[in-house]
């Protein structure tokens, strides 16, 4: 396939954080371009011009308007628009169940049905999905056959190019990050190669499927174990009397003169009130999965226990700051202050505020919960702090990080507890006001 942005078709399946900014980027580069995605209440309101992500998203907004003008960009629940494509490309959800961890692929499962059952000859699949080493070569290839009734290599080409992209920076992150291909033939390499050169500025590695599968999977795994490092550090440093952070930068000081903090070889990373998000929490599983009945993982789900923890620690703060205060938690006003995972982003998925919330609610405190950037909770700041006998901070957004101690102090009730999940507030400065402080590898 000879790709040219004037006369190659592209549906992508799945419009969410990763799909729909992927295909504005390839509208954007002159190609057609149509979405499919399952709920008709989105597709009516990218094709009004509007985008389902809130948030601070630099250049979203913007992006929808100009890829929908130019007529380039369409969105659409009908499957059969596969039919239409020389390229899909599938960014759906891949979730782990509650209970056992293992892969819950109905999406992804019914994704592949659905374009194997009206896939074209010589087309070319990508999967930006994050997937379970593994999965390329027993679930996609197999359906894909199956429902097309064609070969993978001799009448479509398959391929998966992992999204690397964060809320809060997706346009930025997909146009500037490093991609790896993972593909099992020169001619599939190439053509996703040639492709995403249209969109990515960054460096495009090729290797097979399940070497990109493990990439992917094992970088967010690297992550979710360095975050519970960095947890840990902040129990220990809580019970040994010393601030993690100040702690945490000179670990990362060990460094010779002049090296870059890039070049050091210690990068503690952030401790914090729990990871969340869709993909942290469920890729250290998928990486699992993917060796099942091969090898035991220890350090990674050892990971995941320390991170779901610490919602659990931000309670306990709390609650010791009632008892050192010698007040009633259940009779206080609480609130907390970011619902999303993380700063300046609407994303709620796997929220640690969720598990917070739960335990708050086995008291008879009331509890009010602000957050600028997601719909259920973007009450004012103001109002909600009114009366406030405690506030807990679980995400970093601007907002938060521009709170006027004195304003503060007027607005809440003795005993004016502030619990700093994200490590936002001066200490020193909120001490100094009359609070009751405790963060996270600080108190
Ligand atoms: N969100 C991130 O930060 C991020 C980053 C890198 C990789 N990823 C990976 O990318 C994938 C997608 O993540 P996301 O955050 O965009 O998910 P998402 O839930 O925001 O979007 C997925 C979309 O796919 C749609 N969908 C589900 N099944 C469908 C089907 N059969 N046909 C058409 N549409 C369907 C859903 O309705 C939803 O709109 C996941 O595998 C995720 O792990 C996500």
Redesign the pocket.
Known sequence: MKISSKNTKIAI????????PVALLFAEAGFEVIG????GE?IKLINRGGS?IEGKEPGLKELIKKVRKSGLFTATTD?TAYKDADIVIV????PVEDDTHEPAYR??K??LT?IGRNLRKDALVII????APGTMENIVKVILEQESGMEVGQDFMLANC??????GHLLENIINYNRVIGAQDEKTTDTVKSLYKYIVKGKLDTTSWVTAEIV?AGENAYRDVQIAFANEMALLCEAMGADVWQVRDLINECKRKGETRFEALRQMHYPGAGVG???LP??SWLLVYGAKGLIEPQIIPLARKINNFMPKHVFDLLSESFKQANKDINKAKIVVLGYAYAGNSD?S?NTPTEALIKLLGETQATVVIQDPFVKEYKTSLDKSLKGAHAIILMADHDQYKNINYNKLKRLMKTPRIVIDGRNVFSKDKVLKAGFIYKGVGNI
């Open positions: 399946c799945g419009l969410g954080y990763v799909g729909f499919v995605n399952r709920s989105k389902p499957e960014a759906v959800e891949t999406a992804l019914a994704a659905s930006e999905s994050t997937i992992p999204e690397r992209l964060m809320p992917k998000g869709h993909c469920k890729d994303d998925r």
